[in-house]
């Protein structure tokens, strides 16, 4: 099934292999996710459409949201504008951003900021009773809004899932914990052959009934929430359960992915060893934003030589200036220096962090912490409109899995956040809208044509492997190539292999999860072989300079015949 040239684009499967679907149910929507975007879009939906579902692969607190440090970003203080958010936002994605969707995010960004608080969020507060703001890397104002310090993600997270939990036993919401979704279901192909709109999803309950527990869920519309591609990598910030489900399930569908090559590596994530595995402690850049100095091994600061902001720089400025240093001075990690800032201020401006650096041996009051850069968040994902909308009719996207075009080719620090909360709100609107007056509605779903696959979980440290020495923080077209080559090589096939009579691999949770960690991968490789460019979250050693001819989104999709079709957009 895949090709063998690393410069020729791979087919992938369309479909998963998974048992037919048990048991069916059918709702007016369908949101996958709880994190921000998902919450928002499920509670918008709740009170507009008859019926909405939302699924969530582990509890409704699980998800990425919880884990933000930093904060999200408006612009609250009268003397800040949605104006100059936006020219910070343009300056952090490096030519790539769309200004509209930007434009949107900005605007309405401090009405959701506001009405986040209405629903319950407690954010932190200066003497005057007025919400406190701080800067973080890449910021010109204070617009950052925190809570408890450094555990904002998990502040709004909670108030979001009470919300949802008053509702829980409404008729109109039915919520299904520790269920991951499988594949899109489409209707009937169009006159191009390509698969038909969307039509619901197919999900596997995980730890109920039986291990192959697979039922269909049929919807109107389906909003995929489903955070980031981590675990694509050998080591990230993400949670386990961010193994690009969203993104490998809606290119199988035939949906329309951009920007997939930007991957954000954060600068400073706790270095505890070279074979430490899956989620690393992230050291926020609100530590940097309150003055933290970043120091190579031999106690230099070198970051004032890199850019005028220096510890202050665009997150991929600081990560590659960072694994720079690393080589020049053969170390594997550098410094993070906070001292200076006074152990009262620092307990209790960044609890969350002090706590679990002491959990490591490491008192950030006291000592220089050990950072490397590590995979944070993915720039790119599915192709939306300014309502969130996919190329394929029916399927919406939001938060990290959505190609908005706010981010462009690097995301500003803390506005991750604030993209899942607006374009969730958008989303749900605009379903709610065209369900109204009948755009959207039932349909039958029909099998897709291509191949299905499933990857033995045993390969997934092979994945991951590939995934870091290819398309990681610094990357070359020869490191592209072999990674690309090592991907074709992974067997698709699992469920038909036999070692002694014994199938490598059986349709499962695990196999289901390396199968889309081996899809995205091998997307994100091929994108980033084919931007013979550096720009923001992509960097490569052999072509070290940004290029105007690259100032483009790079979309990629599946053609008939499951080969990976790359097209150049233009930015509007």
Same mark, same amino acid.
């Given at each position: ?5 690393? +410069?020729? &684009? ?13 048991? *069916? ?36 607190? $699980?998800? $990425? ?12 203080? %009268? ?90 036993? +409404? ?79 809606? @290119? ?27 989620? @690393? ?22 970051? &004032?030589?890199?850019? %005028? ?63 490397? &850069? ?9 192709? *939306? ?9 029916? @399927? ?17 620090? $803390? ?52 995934? *870091? ?31 002694? +009579? ?31 460019? $550096? ?38």
């Amino acid at each position: 099934m895949q090709a063998t040239s690393g +410069d020729t &684009p791979p087919r992938l499967a369309t479909r998963l292999v998974a048992p037919p679907a048990g048991w *069916t149910i059918e709702v007016d929507a369908i949101v996958v996710g709880s994190g921000i975007a998902g919450l928002t879009a499920a509670l918008e939906l709740r009170t507009r459409v008859p019926r909405v579902l939302l699924v969530t692969k582990d509890l409704l607190g $699980s998800g $990425s949201t919880v884990w933000a440090q930093g904060g999200i970003a408006a612009a609250l203080d %009268p003397e800040d504008s949605p104006a100059a958010h936006l020219a910070d936002t343009l300056v952090a994605g490096a030519g790539l951003c769309d200004p509209r969707a930007v434009e949107v995010l900005v605007t309405e960004g401090p009405a959701r900021v506001r009405e986040l608080v209405g629903l319950g969020a407690v954010f932190d507060t200066a003497p005057d009773g007025q919400i406190s703001l701080t800067r973080e890397g890449g910021h010109h104002a204070d617009r950052i809004v925190h809570a408890g310090g450094d555990a904002t993600g998990a502040e709004i997270s909670r108030a979001l899932v009470a919300q949802i939990e008053a509702v829980r036993e +409404d008729p109109g919401i039915e919520i299904i914990e520790h269920a991951l979704v499988l594949d899109v279901l489409t209707g009937p192909p169009g006159p191009d052959g390509r698969p038909g709109a969307a039509c619901g999803v197919t999900l596997h309950v995980i730890g109920e009934g039986q291990r192959d527990g697979v039922g269909a869920a049929l919807g109107k519309a389906v909003i995929f929430a489903t955070g980031g591609i981590g675990q694509v990598f050998r080591s990230s910030t993400n949670p386990p359960q961010a193994t690009g489900d969203g993104i490998a399930a809606a @290119l199988r569908a035939g949906a329309v992915l951009g920007d997939v090559e930007f991957v954000q590596f954060h600068p400073t994530v706790l270095w505890l060893g070279s074979g430490v595995k899956g989620q @690393l402690t992230l050291v926020s850049e609100a530590v940097r934003g309150e003055g933290a100095l970043l120091l190579d091994t031999d106690g230099v600061r070198f970051m &004032p030589d890199v850019h %005028p902001m220096a510890e202050l720089a665009p997150r991929d400025v600081v990560a590659h200036a960072i694994v720079r240093q690393m080589a020049a001075t053969g170390s594997d990690h550098v410094w993070l220096d906070a001292r200076h800032l006074g152990a009262e201020f620092l307990r209790k401006r960044f609890p969350t962090i002090h706590e679990r650096l002491l959990e490591h041996g490491i008192d950030l009051t006291t000592d220089l912490v050990p950072v490397a &850069p590590a995979q944070h968040y993915h720039s790119g994902g599915v192709v *939306t409109d300014l309502v969130g909308r996919s190329s394929l009719r029916g @399927l919406y996207a939001a938060g990290e899995v959505a190609c908005t075009g706010v981010h462009g080719a690097n995301r500003l620090a $803390s506005n991750s956040l604030l993209e899942g909360l607006v374009f969730a709100h958008r989303a749900a609107r605009h379903i709610t809208e065209q369900v109204a007056v009948g755009t959207l509605h039932h349909q039958d779903p029909v099998q897709r044509a291509g191949d299905e696959a499933l990857v033995a979980a045993a390969s997934r440290s092979r994945v991951q492997r590939l995934a *870091t020495d290819g398309p990681g923080v610094l990357r070359s077209g020869d490191g592209l190539r072999r990674a690309a080559a090592g991907l074709a090589a992974v067997p698709t096939d699992a469920h038909q292999r036999h070692d002694d +009579d014994r199938l490598l691999a059986a349709p499962q949770v695990a196999e289901w999860e390396t199968t889309n960690v081996h899809q995205v991968a091998s997307v994100l490789t091929a994108t980033a072989l084919a931007r013979q460019e $550096s720009r923001g979250g992509h960097a490569r050693s052999d072509f070290p300079e940004p290029d105007e001819r690259w100032r483009l989104r790079l979309h990629a999709r599946l053609g008939e015949d499951g080969r990976l079709e790359l097209s150049r957009t233009p930015i509007d």
